[in-house]
């Protein structure tokens, strides 16, 4: 085991994984991604499954009927002929994509709680992408059948899927093509600082795993911190201890420990690094105004704060590229889907419309782009009053720079026997990889066509690299 890999290692399940301090750590090799200006990608997990169908719900008759007879039990449990159902057809809100011609007599509307994102789709704000999902190849049900054809492996797994939307393989993956963005733009900018590239507001996963830098870890209440430092009754709350807690706070930076084994002297030094790393950070958040967006008291919205927040002090934190991951959970709704979905998509669309107006308010609108991901659909058919793992499922991305106001990808007619869908439980079979999808970012954040074809090994199975949905 080298000296690097021991500090990784380390690093995975300890206080350093959250703050950034293996950035020193880079190779040095200089790449072609363009760094110029400022550029940040955002993305929200929506761990669980999202149901795409009870997202993106049809509105032209023949589909909905069609939808609505595939979950009987579903739609029983929304109400749905009531007249005051969120389901129902005439209180769906419009989507009126510029390419609807591309489907035909089909017609698309969200439930009343994504009355934030119809407005940022009607506003050419917001692009729905649909059908994306894990794919090695290019996929249709009679190749389902083929033995020789290649699978994305371990399909319908929660975290077997988690992990191959945000590393391109399976649970135990050692990097993420969030980090591999990140690589590519500390590699290509000596100048930038990578210690704030990869940025969570939420738990430490594989998506923002890199070579060339840890991920830093913030929330609304500021950076990561040591809790024997940070809790003022570890060893008193009266100010007669600030001299104390002073100098445990130095003791836990260890200024000057010293060490004969070369890997515990290596291991102290990165500890005492991220010490510093916490406080330039909390220190750059000092001197700036609070955010003038109001955001909701939800999880979702604040972890949505703390990124506008770290967005702020790009400038002091001298960064250029930045990615962003933020977390969302309780998408899992074998039953009671009824009552989780719709607060759900209450809490995501409110949360990103606070967001929207932040970067608007700071000007940096056109320069963020957020996007959804989720480790798979739902099935079309339900289970009561619930919907068992997908495959395929309908995303969403915002910002200032995408050409909204479109679906790119598919949102097919809900005939479960067209070869759209697996020949059991109606799974949507992804007509957009991962890959593709990936593309698309990276191409707007400023990677070349090397970059991308080493970040994301199967884009060269499909024709089409760059989906166009940002501009």
């Known amino acids: ?28 090799k200089a790449f072609a991604a363009d760094t110029s200006g400022y550029k940040a990608l955002v993305c929200i997990f929506l761990k669980g499954g999202m149901d795409h169908a009870d997202t993106v719900i049809p509105r032209d008759q023949a589909s909905y009927d069609l939808l609505r007879n595939a979950r009987p039990g579903l739609y029983g449990a929304y109400g749905v002929g009531s007249g005051s159902s969120s389901r129902d057809r005439a209180n769906l809100l419009p989507l009126n994509p510029t390419n609807a011609a591309s489907f035909g007599s089909r017609q698309y509307g ?134 104390a807690r002073r100098a445990l706070d130095d003791y836990v930076a260890k200024a000057s420990f010293s060490e004969d084994n070369l890997f515990a002297r290596d291991y102290i030094s990165q500890s005492g690094n991220a010490v510093i790393n916490n406080n330039a950070y909390d220190a750059a958040l000092s001197g700036k105004p609070g955010l003038t967006a109001t955001f909701p008291a939800s999880y979702t919205a604040q972890q949505l704060s703390s990124v506008a927040r770290t967005i702020s002090i790009r400038d002091a934190l001298n960064t250029k590229r930045q990615v962003f991951y933020v977390f969302m959970g ?50 079309t058919i339900d ?9 395929g499922g309908h995303h969403f991305v ?22 759209t869908f697996t020949s059991t439980h109606g799974r949507l079979i992804p007509k957009v990889s991962v890959e593709q999808y990936a593309a698309t970012l990276g191409s707007w954040f400023g990677l070349d066509s090397t970059e991308l074809a080493a970040a994301l090994p199967n884009l060269s199975n499909f024709s089409e690299k760059n989906l166009g949905f940002l501009t």
């Open 398 to 419: 915002a910002g200032g720079s995408v050409a909204g106001k479109k679906i790119y990808g598919d949102i097919p007619t809900p005939d479960l026997g067209s070869d």
């Open 330 to 379: 309780s998408f899992d709704t074998h039953s009671g889907q009824t009552g989780q979905i719709p607060d759900l998509h209450t809490e995501l669309s409110e949360a990103v419309s606070a967001f929207r107006t932040e970067m608007i308010n700071q000007g940096v609108w056109n320069d963020v782009t957020l996007f959804t991901m989720s480790e798979f659909g739902r099935t």
């Open 1 to 28: 085991m080298n000296r690097r890999h021991f500090l990784q290692a380390g690093a995975a399940t300890s206080f350093l994984a959250g703050t950034g301090v293996l950035s020193t750590l880079t190779s040095g």
């Open 383 to 391: 289970n009561g009053d619930g919907t068992d793992h997908g495959w």
């Open 110 to 243: 969200l439930p009343t709680q994504l009355a934030g994102f119809q407005s940022m789709f009607e506003s050419g704000e917001m692009a729905i992408v649909g059908n994306v999902g894990p794919l090695i190849q290019p996929t249709s049900r009679p190749d389902l059948e083929k033995a020789t054809f290649s699978l994305p492996p371990r399909l319908f797994s929660h975290n077997d899927q988690q992990s191959t939307w945000m590393s391109l393989g399976v649970e135990g993956s050692q990097y993420g093509w969030g980090g591999a963005f990140a690589d590519a733009a500390i590699r290509s900018n000596s100048t930038m600082n990578p210690l704030y590239a990869m940025v969570s507001a939420g738990p430490n996963d594989v998506f923002l795993s890199g070579t060339e830098a840890s991920q830093f870890t913030t929330s609304y209440a500021g950076a990561q911190q040591v809790k024997l430092v940070d809790d003022i009754y570890t060893l008193g709350g009266e100010s007669k201890y600030d001299a």
